[in-house]
């Protein structure tokens, strides 16, 4: 069974760096099955994917176009877990994260993340 | 504004089977696979309908669900009061290069 589990503040200042991290247990960040995903939510925006990380025959990422200019997801083989920034970030970014696997079959609890000075 | 449309509301009484729409267009729904999502209240969504019909384990045969053309629909026949929730469908999106997520439906059992 696939757990996932994601740590990381729970508030950021405006124009600084939002930082999470996930660790996954019973499943490898490296499988070339996988995929593995950080998603948010908030009452303005809804359910709203990111990005993505996976491996097939080398690292790959996609993001979503709506930040795709300031946010890095990042696989870290040694501790099997993936970790995402978000850049600059604005009020608009307060929201609960989660991160997911493969077609969101399983979900972190999530963190609240509040952007205020 | 969710680029997958559903309706924001719909409501049934237990017994009742009720359906959710998702509507999208060729580059989501229409060439890709759909799943559905049940969220409860202060809960991460929860895996209801993978590959437009499969159902995970331990998901009841109440949950169905299906797709045709660019939109998608979740069934749910013998409403149950713990049925009460948010669903959301999901598809990626090989034009963006993108998952996308519906807006959301509300679902109350009166």
């Known amino acids: 069974q696939v757990q996932l589990q994601q740590s990381g503040p729970r508030l950021v200042k405006p124009s600084q760096t939002l930082s999470l991290t996930c660790v996954i247990s019973?499943?490898?960040?490296?499988?070339?099955?996988?995929?593995w995903s950080w998603i948010r939510q908030s009452p303005s925006r809804g359910l709203e994917w990111l990005g993505r990380t996976f491996y097939r025959s080398r690292w790959s990422t996609d993001y979503a176009v709506s930040v795709r200019s300031r946010i890095v997801i990042n696989p870290d083989t040694s501790k099997n877990q993936f970790s995402l920034q978000l850049n600059s970030v604005t009020p608009e970014d307060t929201a609960v994260y989660y991160c997911a696997d493969q077609d969101f079959h399983h979900w972190s609890q999530g963190t609240p993340v509040t952007v205020s000075s | 504004q969710s680029v997958l449309t559903q309706p924001p509301s719909t409501s049934g009484t237990p017994g009742q089977r009720v359906t959710i729409s998702c509507s999208g267009s060729s580059s989501n729904i229409g060439n890709n696979a759909v799943n559905w999502y049940q969220q409860l209240p202060g809960t991460a969504p929860k895996l209801l309908i993978h590959?437009?019909?499969q159902r995970p384990s331990g998901v009841p045969d109440r949950f169905s669900g299906s797709r045709s053309g660019t939109s998608a629909s979740l069934a749910i026949s013998g409403l149950q009061s713990e049925d009460e929730a948010d669903y959301y469908c999901a598809a990626w999106d090989g034009s963006l290069s993108n998952w996308l997520f519906g807006g959301g439906t509300k679902l109350t059992v009166l």
């Open positions: 590959n437009n019909n």
């Open positions: 019973g499943d490898s960040v490296s499988s070339k099955s996988g995929a």
